[in-house]
């Protein structure tokens, strides 16, 4: 039970830890790539 | 019960104690190469010695006249830029003194719940240390705060008399939170294991969120002084309010407020982390009996942790910042992104990467033994890799992308084909997953096995881990000062100047700046140091952690 | 023995609780005699800025302007909230400005006598400072803050012509707080000579800050010049002369001695409140008694302090008087008297609570028959201090705004010749009841007696506390209420004219003593509870 519990645990932080990597590249892509900076003229 | 001198073999165990020094020495001559060369050749040849009022002197003009300076200036004997050195030397150091409680407030809160979770000796002991750390260097983050405020109505006396006008309601609640916090962290440590869980989780709640308030209420004044909310200064009757009430909203909660706050209770995070770290590293040396050392390497490397966790959030906080102030203040944004101050953001994000490799290089050592142990050969591959992926990325994050030239669009400028922003932001992202996988990995994977191999630590973690400590206060008043530089030479972007003319040019100029934060760390780090020889709280006797 | 003993003082307290209780009903009837009948018939509740329109239209003073409009805070009025800031600041900093004095000479005797109880109370005392430091300077900012938004030509005009001075006072504050902390932190590691060195030098930095501050303090009563102009520019913005004429202007000695005897006194009196608080507290023998004994030394810095103050507040009522006559007149001759009332009928109260205090507590010394004629002595002390007392609290007239005003009934008994002589005869029964008090905290035949303290000199000693830190509130306020309507006397007006009147009338200012006090006995109070040493056996103490 414990160890079952700990694993789920293990599950849901590696997941909390790419759903962050996956919001780092969305900001990215929506503000870096598209927006930032100013095209060069 | 394991000793670090009594280990199982001898012969890895001299090798291990050592650790290899070289990506130590390989990390310092990086840091120096990077700062000679920044300093040598990239700040000249991107106009970096040449002031803000001298380039924006044409918009200085416009200046609204009511706003000039009616008084005469009051000089302090350090040369044209004496008074911005002064207030960057107080403000710097203030943020140093003041990101304790910002950053610190949520590791005490962790330090509680876990304390209250797992009931081991060590969360309640650096739990305790630190909150008697931060309330004894309360007053001084205090003194400097109000040494601050003194040194802007003196050597800004126009632009202090507005600026406390208009945030006056902002800054009484930030005044009479001082109050409130300090009872808060004073309460925490007086009633560390004498109160019941739920209690004392409470107190550490209140403190931090006092003081996140009281971060919010100051941040509604300097975010404001970068992009303020109206396009002048207009006063109305006296009474309550000296405007409409719309107006002063505008400016409270004006376009970079929030990112700014969420920036900065990142970077204070990762600040406290980093320091704890620095900290935990000084104790170690000091200390010579086993549990001592035993703690103190784990509260190094609970340092670490924190510090990476606030490291990996600030550069989307941060992206969202320099996207506030490029749609609402552009040309300060052109100022510190493609302008004679964008050294200081290649500056930034240079230690960020070399912060990261020190990060990766720490673990790589530290784990070295407890992964040979439990034979994971991939994650120490792993934890190599990152290392080196994390070099090259910040090879790229530190390109200059032109030379020779004010702007970077300036004609006749060399524009550098490895200097675009494309690949910097993919560059930036590497660094984050990095960080954010070997947080994973130290945690989920590493997580019950690390207890055994406290005490262990090699001279080459504990190097990276001191490293990690100077890099991670250094970046933080960096980090201010593109703030300040960013505005130069305007206090309130647009409409008060800064008084003086082209006589006190703005920013302070690149090797001034640098003697500032020098004395302004060395200041810091020798009270942090002193404090907390006095407020540690070191294990007595062997505990079972 | 100790059972015996204990039951006898059991006995008595309860006839010598009454001769406290009665000092106490007689100043707080007096105070609402204050504030219901004299305050009116001497025209206190009448603002100055009123009093003095025509001499504020006239004024052709000149500082620098903002043009900005007043901010007002709600139905609190402005200078409410500078009198709330800057009274708590007060009350905090003079724990530096007269505890470390305190503290150094503990440490001192400590050094010199090696007895526990001086050790276990330095410690406390300077553990409890340290604490408070951070209290004190957060609302020296916030007062700074509040007099930067509240009043802003003003605050423009005096950090410009104060540069210099109020930057040593930030730059002290490192200094002072590194001394202190380091001092704690020498506590059995350090020789004592550095030791002593360490606690000396924190005593002198924080004694050059309050000078350092007190140029702008006395400055704002007597400006030592006309009006401000900034002829200069660079280091300073006017010429040397006219800098040091404002900085070193002529009460800046005398509010800066008086200051530091007020500060002695008030730590004195909290020492021995505080005291009373861990004697009550505090349940093992070894810790009543040197709690007891704590208060009796705490009450022998409190006199100190106490008898110097008639001589150096005269010698600053004679500086403003000099000075700035039209001031001097308004809270000595007009309708700022009944400040000055007020703060002798707690200077009073002061002499009175003490002199209960050592009437009843050395009653078990005092007692036997061959000591009878000391008893008499205390005794006779007493009386003299309450017809004292009588005098010192006459209004000197009643039925106009100023004293010479026509119409005004002239109090045959309120004269200042008379009060001379009143305030004289308190302090040399201070000085008197001091020496013996000395004498008696260091002999040895006392040494058995400290423990059993009397209920009636608990509450003797609360008292005194309490009236202590009252007195520095209303000693600040005086300062205050003299220079008002102005900021900067006949230079920077209060801002607002007749729709902003100053000073704060007497139930506002009332409101914020009571804040102020509970506010910072509160703090006091449980920050005692942790930074107190106890013995923790049946040592020598």
């Given at each position: 039970?414990?160890?079952?519990?700990?694993?789920?645990?293990?599950?849901?932080?590696?997941?909390?830890?790419?759903?962050?990597?996956?919001?780092?590249?969305?900001?990215?892509?929506?503000?870096?790539?598209?927006?930032?900076?100013?095209?060069?003229? | 019960?394991?000793?670090?001198?009594?280990?199982?073999?001898?012969?890895?165990?001299?090798?291990?104690?050592?650790?290899?020094?070289?990506?130590?020495?390989?990390?310092?001559?990086?840091?120096?190469?990077f700062?000679?060369?920044?300093?040598?050749?990239?700040?000249?040849?991107?106009?970096?010695?040449?002031?803000?009022?001298?380039i924006?002197?044409?918009?200085?003009l416009?200046?609204?006249?009511?706003f000039?300076?009616?008084?005469?200036?009051?000089?302090?004997?350090?040369?044209?830029?004496?008074?911005?050195?002064?207030i960057?030397?107080?403000?710097?150091?203030?943020?140093?003194?003041?990101?304790?409680?910002?950053?610190?407030?949520?590791v005490?809160?962790?330090?509680?719940?876990?304390?209250?979770?797992?009931?081991?000796?060590?969360?309640?002991?650096?739990?305790?240390?630190?909150?008697?750390?931060?309330?004894?260097?309360?007053?001084?983050?205090a003194?400097?705060?109000?040494?601050?405020?003194?040194?802007?109505?003196?050597?800004?006396?126009?632009?202090?008399?507005?600026?406390?006008?208009?945030?006056?309601?902002?800054?009484?609640?930030?005044?009479?939170?001082?109050?409130?916090?300090?009872?808060?962290?004073?309460?925490?440590?007086?009633?560390?294991?004498?109160?019941?869980?739920?209690?004392?989780?409470?107190?550490?709640?209140?403190?931090?969120?006092?003081?996140?308030?009281?971060?919010?209420?100051?941040?509604?004044?300097?975010?404001?002084?970068?992009?303020?909310?109206?396009?002048?200064?207009?006063?109305?009757?006296?009474?309550?309010?000296?405007?409409p009430?719309?107006?002063?909203?505008?400016?409270?909660?004006?376009?970079t407020?929030?990112?700014?706050?969420?920036?900065?209770?990142?970077?204070?995070?990762?600040?406290?982390?980093?320091?704890?770290?620095?900290?935990?590293?000084?104790?170690?040396?000091?200390?010579?009996?086993?549990?001592?050392?035993?703690?103190?390497?784990?509260?190094?490397?609970?340092?670490?942790?924190?510090?990476?966790?606030?490291?990996?959030?600030?550069?989307?906080?941060?992206?969202?910042?320099?996207?506030s102030?490029?749609?609402?203040?552009?040309?300060?944004?052109?100022?510190?992104?493609?302008?004679?101050?964008?050294?200081?953001?290649?500056?930034?994000?240079?230690?960020?990467?070399?912060?990261?490799?020190?990060?990766?290089?720490?673990?790589?050592?530290?784990?070295?033994?407890?992964?040979?142990?439990?034979?994971?050969?991939?994650?120490?591959?792993?934890?190599?890799?990152?290392?080196?992926?994390a070099?090259?990325?910040?090879?790229?994050?530190?390109?200059?992308?032109?030379?020779?030239?004010?702007?970077?669009?300036d004609?006749?400028?060399?524009?550098?084909?490895?200097?675009?922003?494309?690949?910097?932001?993919?560059?930036?992202?590497?660094?984050?997953?990095?960080?954010?996988?070997?947080?994973?990995?130290?945690?989920?994977?590493?997580?019950?096995?690390?207890?055994?191999?406290?005490?262990?630590?090699?001279?080459?973690?504990?190097?990276?881990?001191?490293?990690?400590?100077?890099l991670?206060?250094?970046?933080?008043?960096?980090?201010?000062?593109?703030?300040?530089?960013?505005?130069?030479?305007?206090?309130?972007?647009?409409?008060?100047?800064?008084?003086?003319?082209?006589?006190?040019?703005?920013?302070?100029?690149?090797f001034?700046?640098?003697?500032?934060?020098?004395?302004?760390?060395?200041?810091?780090?020798?009270?942090?140091?002193?404090?907390?020889?006095?407020?540690?709280?070191?294990?007595?006797?062997?505990?079972?952690? | 023995?100790?059972?015996?003993?204990?039951?006898m003082?059991?006995?008595?307290?309860?006839?010598?609780?009454?001769?406290?209780?009665?000092?106490?009903?007689?100043?707080?009837?007096?105070?609402?005699?204050?504030?219901?009948?004299?305050?009116p018939?001497?025209?206190?509740?009448?603002?100055?800025?009123?009093?003095?329109?025509?001499?504020?239209s006239?004024?052709?003073?000149?500082?620098?302007?903002?043009?900005?409009?007043?901010?007002?805070?709600?139905?609190?009025?402005?200078?409410?909230?500078?009198?709330?800031?800057?009274?708590?600041?007060?009350?905090?900093?003079?724990?530096?400005?007269?505890?470390?004095?305190?503290?150094?000479?503990?440490?001192?005797?400590?050094?010199?006598?090696?007895?526990?109880?001086?050790?276990?109370?330095?410690?406390?005392?300077?553990?409890?400072?340290?604490?408070?430091?951070?209290?004190?300077?957060?609302?020296?900012?916030?007062?700074?803050?509040?007099?930067?938004?509240?009043?802003?030509?003003?605050?423009?005009?005096?950090?410009?012509?104060?540069?210099?001075?109020?930057?040593?006072?930030?730059?002290?504050?490192?200094?002072?707080?590194?001394?202190?902390?380091?001092?704690?932190?020498?506590?059995?590691?350090?020789?004592?000579?550095?030791?002593?060195?360490?606690?000396?030098?924190?005593?002198?930095?924080?004694?050059?800050?309050?000078?350092?501050?007190?140029?702008?303090?006395?400055?704002?009563?007597?400006?030592?010049?006309?009006?401000?102009?900034?002829?200069?520019?660079?280091?300073?913005?006017?010429?040397?002369?006219?800098?040091?004429?404002?900085?070193?202007?002529?009460?800046?000695?005398?509010?800066?001695?008086?200051?530091?005897?007020?500060?002695?006194?008030?730590?004195?009196?909290?020492?021995?409140?505080?005291?009373?608080?861990?004697?009550?507290?505090?349940?093992?023998?070894?810790a009543?008694?040197?709690?007891?004994?704590?208060?009796?030394?705490?009450?022998?810095?409190?006199?100190?302090?106490?008898?110097?103050?008639?001589?150096?507040?005269?010698?600053?009522?004679?500086?403003i008087?000099?000075?700035?006559?039209?001031?001097?007149?308004?809270?000595?001759?007009?309708?700022?008297a009944?400040?000055?009332?007020?703060?002798?009928?707690?200077?009073?109260?002061?002499?009175?609570?003490?002199?209960?205090?050592?009437?009843?507590?050395?009653?078990?010394?005092?007692?036997?028959?061959?000591?009878?004629?000391?008893?008499?002595?205390?005794?006779?002390?007493?009386?003299?201090?309450?017809?004292?007392?009588?005098?010192l609290?006459?209004?000197?007239?009643?039925?106009?705004?100023?004293?010479d005003?026509?119409?005004?009934?002239?109090?045959?008994?309120?004269?200042?010749?008379?009060?001379?002589?009143?305030?004289?005869?308190?302090?040399?029964?201070?000085?008197?009841?001091?020496?013996?008090?000395?004498?008696i905290?260091?002999?040895?035949?006392k040494?058995?007696?400290?423990g059993?303290?009397?209920?009636?000199?608990?509450?003797?000693?609360?008292?005194?506390?309490?009236?202590?830190?009252?007195?520095?509130?209303?000693?600040?306020?005086?300062?205050?209420?003299?220079?008002?309507?102005?900021?900067?006397?006949?230079?920077?007006?209060?801002?607002?004219?007749?729709?902003?009147?100053?000073?704060?009338?007497?139930?506002?200012?009332?409101?914020?003593?009571?804040?102020?006090?509970?506010?910072?006995?509160?703090?006091?109070?449980?920050?005692?509870?942790?930074?107190?040493?106890?013995?923790?056996?049946?040592?020598?103490?």
């Amino acid at each position: 039970m414990n160890r079952n519990r700990s694993r789920r645990l293990t599950y849901a932080m590696w997941i909390a830890i790419a759903i962050y990597i996956g919001i780092a590249i969305y900001v990215f892509w929506h503000f870096g790539f598209t927006k930032l900076p100013p095209p060069p003229i | 019960m394991t000793t670090p001198a009594g280990g199982a073999s001898s012969a890895p165990d001299e090798h291990d104690s050592r650790g290899d020094t070289r990506k130590i020495v390989g990390i310092l001559a990086a840091l120096a190469i990077f700062i000679i060369v920044l300093y040598g050749y990239i700040i000249p040849l991107q106009g970096g010695f040449i002031s803000s009022t001298a380039i924006r002197a044409d918009d200085l003009l416009g200046a609204d006249p009511q706003f000039e300076a009616q008084m005469p200036i009051q000089e302090v004997d350090l040369g044209a830029s004496g008074r911005s050195i002064f207030i960057a030397f107080v403000m710097l150091t203030h943020i140093l003194f003041a990101n304790l409680h910002l950053g610190g407030a949520w590791v005490l809160l962790s330090l509680v719940v876990l304390d209250l979770a797992f009931r081991k000796e060590r969360y309640a002991r650096l739990g305790m240390s630190l909150a008697l750390f931060n309330v004894i260097l309360f007053s001084a983050g205090a003194t400097f705060a109000a040494a601050g405020v003194l040194f802007f109505i003196s050597l800004y006396p126009t632009f202090a008399t507005q600026g406390f006008h208009i945030y006056w309601w902002p800054l009484l609640v930030e005044a009479i939170l001082f109050g409130i916090e300090i009872f808060f962290v004073y309460t925490l440590w007086f009633t560390w294991g004498r109160i019941r869980g739920a209690w004392h989780v409470f107190l550490a709640v209140g403190y931090a969120l006092s003081i996140y308030f009281q971060t919010l209420a100051i941040d509604t004044f300097v975010s404001g002084m970068l992009t303020p909310g109206e396009k002048t200064i207009t006063w109305g009757a006296p009474g309550l309010l000296g405007m409409p009430w719309i107006d002063y909203l505008q400016w409270w909660f004006n376009p970079t407020l929030w990112p700014l706050q969420f920036h900065r209770v990142a970077a204070a995070v990762s600040y406290f982390g980093f320091l704890i770290a620095l900290l935990a590293m000084l104790h170690f040396r000091d200390r010579t009996d086993p549990p001592s050392k035993k703690y103190w390497d784990w509260a190094g490397s609970f340092g670490i942790l924190w510090g990476l966790v606030g490291l990996v959030a600030q550069p989307l906080l941060g992206l969202w910042y320099m996207y506030s102030i490029f749609s609402h203040q552009n040309q300060a944004f052109t100022n510190i992104m493609t302008g004679p101050r964008a050294w200081e953001m290649l500056m930034m994000i240079g230690l960020l990467s070399l912060l990261i490799v020190t990060v990766s290089v720490y673990f790589i050592e530290r784990r070295e033994r407890l992964l040979v142990r439990l034979g994971r050969h991939d994650i120490r591959n792993l934890f190599r890799a990152f290392a080196i992926v994390a070099a090259v990325a910040g090879l790229v994050l530190v390109q200059p992308a032109w030379l020779g030239g004010i702007m970077q669009f300036d004609p006749g400028t060399w524009a550098n084909p490895l200097g675009l922003m494309y690949y910097k932001h993919i560059a930036i992202l590497v660094l984050v997953a990095i960080g954010t996988i070997i947080i994973g990995i130290d945690l989920l994977v590493l997580r019950e096995h690390r207890d055994k191999e406290w005490g262990n630590l090699s001279r080459a973690s504990w190097m990276a881990a001191l490293i990690a400590g100077v890099l991670g206060s250094w970046i933080v008043i960096i980090m201010g000062y593109v703030r300040e530089s960013a505005r130069s030479p305007w206090l309130f972007y647009n409409i008060i100047p800064v008084p003086g003319g082209q006589t006190y040019p703005t920013p302070v100029p690149p090797f001034q700046i640098f003697v500032v934060w020098m004395i302004g760390l060395g200041l810091a780090f020798a009270v942090f140091w002193f404090t907390s020889r006095v407020t540690s709280y070191h294990p007595e006797r062997e505990e079972e952690v | 023995m100790v059972a015996r003993e204990t039951r006898m003082v059991e006995e008595k307290s309860g006839k010598r609780l009454s001769l406290i209780s009665a000092v106490i009903i007689a100043i707080i009837a007096y105070l609402i005699f204050l504030a219901v009948v004299i305050v009116p018939l001497q025209g206190g509740e009448i603002s100055s800025t009123a009093i003095f329109a025509d001499n504020l239209s006239e004024s052709n003073a000149s500082y620098a302007t903002s043009n900005i409009p007043v901010q007002g805070v709600g139905d609190v009025s402005r200078s409410a909230v500078i009198a709330f800031a800057m009274l708590t600041h007060i009350v905090f900093a003079n724990l530096q400005v007269g505890g470390a004095w305190i503290i150094v000479a503990t440490a001192l005797l400590y050094f010199r006598y090696q007895r526990m109880r001086y050790r276990n109370l330095a410690r406390s005392l300077t553990l409890f400072t340290l604490i408070l430091f951070s209290a004190g300077s957060t609302f020296a900012a916030g007062g700074m803050m509040a007099i930067i938004a509240l009043f802003p030509d003003l605050a423009m005009n005096i950090f410009h012509l104060y540069w210099w001075p109020v930057f040593i006072y930030f730059l002290l504050y490192g200094v002072v707080i590194t001394l202190l902390f380091v001092f704690w932190f020498a506590w059995d590691r350090f020789r004592p000579g550095v030791h002593l060195a360490l606690g000396f030098g924190y005593a002198i930095s924080v004694f050059i800050q309050t000078i350092t501050i007190d140029t702008l303090a006395a400055g704002m009563l007597t400006p030592g010049v006309k009006a401000f102009s900034f002829t200069e520019s660079g280091l300073l913005p006017m010429t040397l002369d006219q800098a040091m004429a404002l900085w070193f202007n002529p009460t800046l000695w005398e509010l800066t001695f008086h200051r530091v005897a007020a500060a002695v006194a008030f730590f004195g009196f909290l020492i021995a409140t505080l005291a009373t608080i861990h004697y009550i507290d505090q349940k093992d023998f070894a810790a009543k008694k040197q709690w007891d004994w704590v208060a009796a030394y705490g009450i022998a810095w409190g006199l100190a302090g106490l008898i110097m103050q008639p001589v150096l507040g005269q010698m600053y009522m004679g500086a403003i008087q000099d000075n700035v006559p039209s001031a001097f007149m308004m809270i000595m001759h007009g309708p700022r008297a009944w400040a000055m009332l007020m703060m002798v009928t707690l200077l009073s109260g002061l002499f009175l609570a003490i002199g209960t205090y050592f009437l009843t507590r050395r009653d078990q010394l005092l007692s036997r028959p061959e000591n009878r004629t000391i008893r008499t002595v205390f005794k006779g002390f007493l009386i003299m201090t309450a017809v004292s007392a009588f005098i010192l609290v006459q209004p000197a007239w009643l039925g106009a705004l100023f004293i010479d005003d026509p119409g005004a009934w002239i109090n045959p008994i309120g004269g200042m010749p008379l009060k001379f002589v009143a305030l004289f005869v308190m302090a040399a029964i201070g000085a008197a009841i001091a020496m013996l008090a000395v004498i008696i905290l260091t002999s040895e035949d006392k040494e058995g007696q400290w423990g059993y303290l009397t209920r009636g000199s608990l509450l003797a000693a609360f008292t005194a506390g309490i009236l202590g830190t009252a007195i520095v509130n209303v000693m600040g306020f005086v300062r205050e209420a003299a220079r008002a309507p102005w900021t900067f006397y006949q230079i920077i007006p209060v801002p607002g004219g007749q729709a902003y009147a100053t000073p704060i009338p007497l139930p506002v200012i009332a409101g914020v003593w009571v804040i102020v006090l509970a506010l910072s006995w509160a703090v006091f109070w449980y920050v005692a509870k942790v930074t107190a040493y106890h013995p923790t056996d049946e040592e020598s103490v």
